[in-house]
C-alpha cells in the first residue's frame, strides 16, 4: 500500500517562510510527477507546484519567484519551500505522486493535507 505523509504546515506570518515535505512509503517501482496542490475555504482544489523526475518544474503563477519545488528520489520525498507567505496562501496543501508499482502500472495518489494559515 502507498502512502503519502505530509507535513510542515504551520500558522506564520505574512512574509514568513514555511517548508512542507511529502514522504512516499510503501512497495513500489518508481515516481514520475510529484506535485503541490492547495485548496482554500469555498475555492476548487488548484495546482501550486509540479516536479518531473528531478529536472522539470511548473509553477502557478500566483507563487512564482516565492515558491521553490524540489525533490529527494532517494528519500522519496518532495519539497516546497514557500517564501514571502501572503494570507491568500492560506490553505490545505495537498501532495500528489503518480507512483508506478512493481508491474509498471501507475496510480495517482494523494496526502491527506497539512494546513497552512498566513495571518496578516
Known amino acids: 500500500q502507498v502512502q503519502l505523509v505530509e507535513s510542515g504546515g504551520d500558522l506564520v506570518q505574512a512574509g514568513g517562510s514555511l517548508r512542507l515535505s511529502c514522504a512516499a512509503s510503501?512497495?513500489?517501482?518508481?515516481?514520475?510527477?510529484m506535485a503541490w496542490y492547495r485548496q482554500a475555504p469555498g475555492k476548487q482544489r488548484e495546482l501550486v507546484a509540479s516536479i518531473i523526475s528531478g529536472v522539470s518544474t511548473n509553477y502557478a503563477d500566483s507563487v512564482k519567484g516565492r515558491f521553490t519545488i524540489s525533490r529527494d528520489n532517494a528519500k522519496n520525498t518532495v519539497y516546497l519551500r514557500m517564501n514571502s507567505l501572503k494570507p491568500e496562501d492560506t490553505a490545505v496543501y495537498y501532495c500528489?505522486?503518480?507512483?508506478?508499482?512493481?508491474?509498471?502500472?501507475?496510480?495517482?495518489?494523494w496526502g491527506q493535507g497539512t494546513q497552512v494559515t498566513v495571518s496578516s
Open positions: 500528489n505522486a503518480y507512483i508506478y508499482n512493481d508491474r509498471r502500472y501507475g496510480s495517482n495518489y
Open positions: 510503501g512497495t513500489f517501482s518508481s515516481i514520475n510527477t
